[in-house]
């Protein structure tokens, strides 16, 4: 009886191919690769999703602008606040304008957009599958026929890889025209 005891406890040690940690990340990398062929094979088939589409453009384009439209002005009057004194420092105030249209555009506006839609949206498709999943919605999905990871993952994907490039061309704008208010202002004054 007491033998059984002790070779119960015995724990069997797992064999590893190189090390936990390396296997975890290869494990990881290989589940990335299943989920964007999966993607992608869902994404081509038919039937295609087109008013699901549109309705994910809508939640993650429109309902996005009042956040993104505040912090890409904000943004704008900050960069250009912050960058005036160094610049006229050194004497170079003509470059202000170069400045901060290089960097709105190419760095600000994309970063900033990513953050909120990463965030925003990002939060709010997860709290929504998740909910979905509790609820049981997706296993009836499952049953009535309807393809829930084409209906409800492809669909989210195409919006945002849609909706991106569009909301980062207007916080940059939105951006720029912060940006102009400041120095506008700062003129009449």
């Known amino acids: 009886m007491k033998e059984?005891?002790?070779?119960?406890?015995?724990?069997?040690?797992?064999?590893?191919?190189?090390?936990?940690?390396?296997?975890?990340?290869?494990t990881g990398l290989y589940n990335v690769y299943k989920f964007i062929r999966r993607f992608l094979k869902e994404f081509c088939s038919l039937p295609f999703e087109f008013k699901e589409i549109i309705n994910q453009c809508y939640q993650v384009g429109y309902k996005s602008l009042a956040l993104i439209s505040l912090t890409g002005f904000i943004t704008g009057i900050v960069f250009t606040k912050q960058s005036r004194p160094s610049l006229a420092e050194f004497g170079?105030?003509?470059?202000?304008?170069?400045?901060?249209?290089?960097?709105?555009?190419?760095?600000?506006?994309?970063?900033v957009t990513a953050l909120i839609v990463a965030g925003k949206v990002g939060s709010n498709i997860g709290a929504e599958l998740g909910s979905m999943k509790v609820t049981?919605?997706?296993?009836?999905?499952?049953?009535?026929?309807?393809?829930?990871?084409?209906?409800?993952?492809?669909?989210?994907?195409?919006?945002?890889?849609?909706?991106?490039?569009?909301?980062?061309?207007?916080t940059g704008l939105i951006g720029m025209l912060g940006s102009y208010l400041n120095i506008h202002q700062n003129e009449l004054m």
């Open 136 to 170: 049981e919605q997706i296993d009836a999905m499952e049953v009535s026929g309807t393809k829930p990871f084409k209906f409800l993952v492809v669909t989210r994907i195409t919006a945002i890889t849609l909706m991106l490039p569009v909301l980062v061309c207007y």
């Open 92 to 111: 170079a105030s003509s470059w202000l304008p170069s400045l901060i249209s290089i960097a709105i555009i190419r760095a600000l506006a994309p970063l």
């Open 4 to 26: 059984d005891l002790e070779t119960s406890d015995i724990v069997q040690e797992k064999k590893y191919l190189v090390s936990y940690e390396v296997d975890l990340f290869f």
